[in-house]
């Protein structure tokens, strides 16, 4: 069996091969949001005569499965969050935590099913909340 060697000329080329992409991945990343509150926003639920149609329509396509939504009209951002298709009817979303950070809107809710005994419809439902607050130039993290 012949023992392979390597130049050193190969070996300079698959160093700088592996080094390249390095410097162009550099300036790439995901923002990083430090989620310390600086303060709890206000906000309206709102009913669906509320939320603006052309928003009411991508919910509407959407609300079979799971979703998380923005929306804005440059004055007002709204947050939308689907829980898809339940069996019954009875659930309801709370909002857990709204909250301004220094670079993000955290958005926070759980589904909640009905009680124990409650009478529910035995249709299925899609739960949905929409918040309308104050437009502001930030991400939206859902937790």
């Known amino acids: 069996m012949k023992k392979r060697t390597f130049s050193p000329k190969y070996l300079i080329c698959l ?3 592996l080094m390249v992409p390095g ?3 550099t300036g790439c990343g995901v923002e990083e949001t430090d989620g310390q509150k600086l303060e709890d926003l206000s906000y309206t639920i709102l ?5 603006p149609k ?3 329509t991508v919910i509407e396509e959407k609300k079979e499965e799971i979703f998380k939504l923005t929306y804005t009209d440059k004055e007002n951002l709204y947050i939308a969050v689907g829980y898809g298709v339940q069996e019954t009817g009875g659930y309801s979303i709370s909002v857990n935590q709204c909250y301004l950070t220094k670079n993000a809107i955290y958005f926070d809710t759980t589904l909640v099913g009905p009680s ?3 009478q529910v419809n035995q249709v299925k439902s899609y739960p949905y909340l929409v918040i309308k607050t ?10």
């Not at 009913?47 to 939320?51: Q, S, T």
């Not at 104050?134 to 937790?143: D, G, H, I, M, P």
């Open 47 to 51: 009913e669906d005569k509320e939320i």
């Open 54 to 56: 052309e928003f009411l």
């Open 23 to 25: 410097f162009f991945w």
């Open 116 to 118: 124990k005994g409650e």
């Open 134 to 143: 104050k437009y502001l130039q930030k991400s939206v993290v859902f937790e």
């Open 15 to 17: 160093l700088i091969f």
